[in-house]
Every structure is written in structure tokens, then in C-alpha cells.
């Protein structure tokens, strides 16, 4: 097989391990695709579910249909979940007490990282009300961190990047911003009044509530890397099928950010994505439906994502973003983000020229 039909074929897979619905048929699709895997392709399924952070909620089944099986194959997929069980573990352990150590500075939540439990995210982020040279004081005093090398787009979105040792995460530190540029401060002002203590495992963190997650992640995906991950897709579909999001709550508070198109748009793509593997598509309101800007049919697997369009489509997103922070007459905010367009362009040169963009975007 081709790499391009190979890395369908896990997409495909993984896709329906995580989405297909429950029954028989899901189970045999399963088998159908599986049974054909070597070593090298189980491999690169893993290296997908990894890069997806999806290995604890894909791969249960994908050790059952196995192990009914009775294929070899089985003990290396429940190894790979091992492994992963304690590199969460570790990461947790080490999570809690910088947690309650940022929080004598101000209130400390843990964004995005949590949103996939029991997966975790390939960093650890945080935001907090602190202000930045107590955050960097108390990481370098009390966990003798070392600061990572600060880009221009990280001084802009006013974040800082913390190598603990022991830790193979970075911890990363979000101060009073959020967005690629720190344009958004409308949807911090609630952010830590809202959040809820939420247990995961053996520990406590506090959390965004669903409505706060949702629009953090719309920023991250629609208006940052322009890609979803498969676990972003799942989060969203849990979320929605839970019957308890605020759509009214939703819709105000990402209006007055101009960030509503943008998730309206998320949401969709999100829904005719999951409609391919369950047969139906998620119970979204009119409001949603009626806003967003494009769906499903516009997204490409590409690299391990599921690619957003930039132009015209993200484009479009971003103009909304920066007429609406200008009319609600955050010049400040509307400056920065003014900037996105040159910080892209410069950090595609880099890239282009040195195969590396981090010392800007």
C-alpha cells in the first residue's frame, strides 16, 4: 500500500474506534481493518493516536478485538496503553504541586491539557491572574525550571514555556491572555470565576467550564494551528452529547470576543466529521448551524491532521475577530492582533528557509 492509503487506513480505524457507534457492525469493521496490520503498521497507528493523544480512548477496543482474536498483537497494544497510563501519571504527580504553588500569585486553571482525559495533551497549560515575573520566580525558585526561549508570538500572547527537570512536558504558562497574540481578554474576565474542581485520577485541578472549553479550544484550532486533532473532535462530540452546554451563554460570550463564526464553524465541522462515522450527525441548534461559515466537505487529512483551509476560510474567521475587537473599541487588543498576519509570514520564511519557526510563531 501507499503511504497516502496507509494513513487513511489508520485514520479510518482510529476514527471508528473512537466514533463509530456501538454494535456488531462497528466491532467488524474493526476486525476487517485490523486484521490485516503488521508490526510496522501498528506502529504507525500509534504514532497517529499519539500525535492525536487518543491512545487511552482508542485503543481499549482495538486490545479487545485482538485479543478475541488471539493475536500477538494484542499484548503490544496493552503495553503501548501502559505505557501511556504512567507517563499521565507522572505528569499529573508533577502537576499538582506547581498548581498550588502558582496559586499563592493568583487563580491557576489547567486549560486544554485536562479536556481529553484520560488522555493527556503533549504539554501541560495553565492559565493564571498572576502577573509574569511572579509565575517565573516562583517555577525557577521553587522547581528549578528552566525558562525556555520565548518567541514572538509567545511575548505577544503573553505566555511563558517552563522545562522542569523530571518533567518531559513543558509546563506552559498563560498570564492574563489568551489567543495566538493575547487579543482576548473579554473570555479570561469570567474564565477563573467559572472554573470548577474536577477530579482526574487521584488528583484535583481546577477546570473551565464546558462553555469556557469550547471557545479556548475554537482559539487554539480556528484561529492558531488551523488543524483539529482527533481528540479535539471526540471532546467536542462528548460535550454536545451531554446535553449541557449553554448555547445562549455560548453565543454571547464568543460574540462579543468575534470569535462566534468561528465556533459555530468548529462545531459543524466537528458534527459532519463524527456524522461519517456514527451515521449521524450531533444535535446542534439552529443558532450553530445558521452561523458557521463552512463545514466538513472543506476539511483534508493532511500530516496527521484534519486541516482547516486558510484562505479564504480561516482568513475570513480572523477579519471577523479584528472588526469586532476594533468596534468594541479594544485598540490595544485590535493592535495586536493586527500583527497575526506578519508574525504568519515571517514564521512560513523561517520555516522555508531553516526548517524551524519557533523563534517566532
Known amino acids: 500500500m501507499t503511504n497516502a492509503t496507509n494513513s487513511t487506513s489508520d485514520l479510518t480505524l ?19 481493518i485490523a486484521s490485516n496490520y503488521n508490526d510496522a503498521d501498528l506502529v504507525r497507528l500509534w504514532t497517529l493516536a499519539m500525535s492525536n493523544h487518543v491512545i487511552l480512548r482508542g485503543f481499549p477496543d482495538l486490545h479487545r478485538v485482538l485479543a478475541a482474536k488471539g493475536s500477538d498483537h494484542a499484548e503490544w497494544v496493552e503495553n503501548a496503553m501502559a505505557t501511556e497510563r504512567a507517563r499521565i ?18 487563580d491557576v486553571i489547567v486549560i486544554k491539557s485536562l479536556d481529553h482525559w484520560p488522555d493527556l495533551g503533549s504539554d501541560l497549560d495553565l492559565y493564571t491572574t498572576a502577573v509574569g515575573p511572579d509565575v517565573v520566580a516562583i517555577m525557577s525558585q521553587r522547581f528549578q525550571a528552566r525558562l525556555a526561549e520565548r518567541s514572538w508570538g509567545d511575548k505577544l500572547a503573553h505566555k511563558w514555556n517552563f522545562v522542569v527537570p523530571g518533567l518531559p512536558e513543558l509546563i506552559e504558562v498563560h498570564v492574563g491572555r ?13 474564565l477563573a470565576s467559572r472554573a470548577r474542581p474536577v477530579q482526574f485520577g487521584k488528583h484535583t485541578f481546577r477546570v ?8 479556548i479550544s475554537t482559539l487554539q484550532r480556528m484561529y492558531r494551528h488551523f488543524y483539529l486533532r482527533l481528540c479535539d473532535v ?54 450553530v448551524t445558521n452561523a458557521a461559515k463552512f463545514g466538513g466537505d472543506n476539511i483534508r487529512f493532511k500530516q496527521q491532521f484534519l486541516r482547516i ?3 479564504p476560510q480561516a482568513a475570513g474567521l480572523y477579519a471577523k475577530e479584528w472588526m469586532k475587537l476594533l ?13 497575526l498576519p506578519g508574525l504568519a509570514v515571517a514564521a512560513a520564511v523561517a520555516f522555508k528557509m531553516t526548517g524551524n519557526d519557533k523563534g517566532i510563531w
Do not use: M
Request: glycine share 8%.
Open 208 to 215: 473551565p467550564r464546558p462553555e469556557d472549553r469550547i471557545i
Open 89 to 106: 501519571q507522572h505528569a499529573l504527580n508533577c502537576l499538582v504541586p506547581i498548581c498550588q504553588a502558582l496559586e499563592e500569585a493568583g
Open 14 to 32: 482510529l476514527s471508528t474506534l473512537l466514533l463509530g457507534a456501538a454494535g456488531n457492525d462497528r466491532l467488524e469493521r474493526i476486525r476487517l
Open 234 to 287: 471526540v471532546q467536542i462530540a462528548r460535550l454536545v452529547d451531554s446535553d449541557s452546554l449553554d448555547y445562549d451563554y455560548l453565543r454571547s460570550l464568543a460574540r462579543s470576543a468575534g470569535l462566534w463564526e468561528g465556533l459555530a464553524t468548529y462545531l459543524a465541522i466537528v458534527g459532519d466529521y463524527v456524522e461519517k462515522f456514527r451515521g449521524e450527525n450531533l444535535a446542534l441548534p439552529y443558532s
Open 309 to 311: 483551509p486558510i484562505f
Open 178 to 190: 489568551l489567543g495566538q497574540t493575547g487579543e482576548q481578554v473579554a473570555i479570561t474576565n469570567s
Open 327 to 339: 468596534s468594541n473599541g479594544e485598540l490595544q487588543n485590535t493592535l495586536r492582533l493586527s500583527l
